[in-house]
């Protein structure tokens, strides 16, 4: 696609649910992060997939939070039994990396899924 | 610890009028530094990518500059219009061999009123 899809937009769901959301990174991007942004801070990071190697998970904050790339392409960001603490918006990036470039290339964010825990 | 450190946290300025931003970084080994700009309720976008050897660069009214020995950079906007109001991201790359994760600043937000 053109960009970074995510869906949904937005989710609203109830303490103790599980969600997920969904990225669609820019095709060939080989790197793909998720970040976590509660309302008025900075970007948190939680994951980092790249082409097909072992994930880098150390961001994610507990093991309610899990993530997975099917195919090199889509991942999916879980979150079980949902807590209030877990509202934020949740933003997912892709990047291109040659393996001869130096350090990482642009990141190309999607527009966010913003979950709402009551 | 690499850490990005910017200022101000929040800056409000008149349309019309000029404004900088900082970022101090301690991130190492250095490869890239880049400015972002984020618009209420939408993802980051790119604005400059500054490299080890570069000391200015200009995106239109956005001036980036980078002192690689001070480890500092800032982002100056010109002729500032309303809809520079955003937040401003510094974000920092590791070169190849350190972690591909690059490590963000917290943003400045700024308001330009009319």
């Known amino acids: 696609g053109a960009g970074v899809s995510q869906s949904p937009s937005n989710k609203v769901t109830e303490k103790g649910k599980d969600v997920e959301l969904r990225c669609d990174p820019i095709s060939g991007h080989t790197a793909l992060y998720w970040y976590r942004q509660s309302l008025g801070q900075g970007l948190e990071f939680l994951i980092y997939?790249?082409?097909?190697?072992?994930?880098?998970k150390s961001g994610l904050p507990s093991d309610r939070f899990s993530a997975e790339r099917t195919g090199g392409s889509v991942s999916t960001l879980t979150i079980q039994r949902t807590q209030q603490e877990d509202s934020a918006v949740y933003l997912c990036?892709?990047?291109?990396?040659?393996?001869?470039?130096?350090?990482?290339?642009?990141?190309?964010f999607g527009e966010g899924s913003r979950l709402t825990v009551l | 610890k690499n850490q990005v450190e910017q200022s101000p946290q929040s800056l409000i300025i008149l349309e019309g009028k000029n404004c900088t931003l900082q970022?101090?970084?301690?991130?190492?080994?250095?490869?890239?530094l880049r400015w972002y700009k984020q618009d209420t309720g939408r993802g980051p976008v790119s604005l400059t990518i500054?490299?080890?050897?570069?000391n200015t660069k200009s995106n239109g009214r956005y001036t980036a500059t980078l002192d690689a020995d001070t480890k500092q950079s800032s982002l100056h906007i010109t002729a500032s219009q309303l809809s520079d109001s955003a937040s401003y991201i510094c974000?920092?790359?590791?070169?190849?061999?350190?972690?591909?994760?690059?490590?963000f600043g917290r943003g400045t937000s700024l308001i330009v009123h009319p």
């Open positions: 990036a892709s990047s291109s990396r040659n393996p001869e470039d130096r350090g990482t290339g642009e990141l190309f």
């Open positions: 970022c101090n970084y301690t991130v190492s080994p250095f490869s890239n």
């Open positions: 500054m490299t080890f050897s570069e």
């Open positions: 974000v920092v790359s590791l070169a190849s061999g350190g972690s591909y994760i690059p490590t």
């Open positions: 997939f790249q082409g097909n190697s072992a994930p880098d």
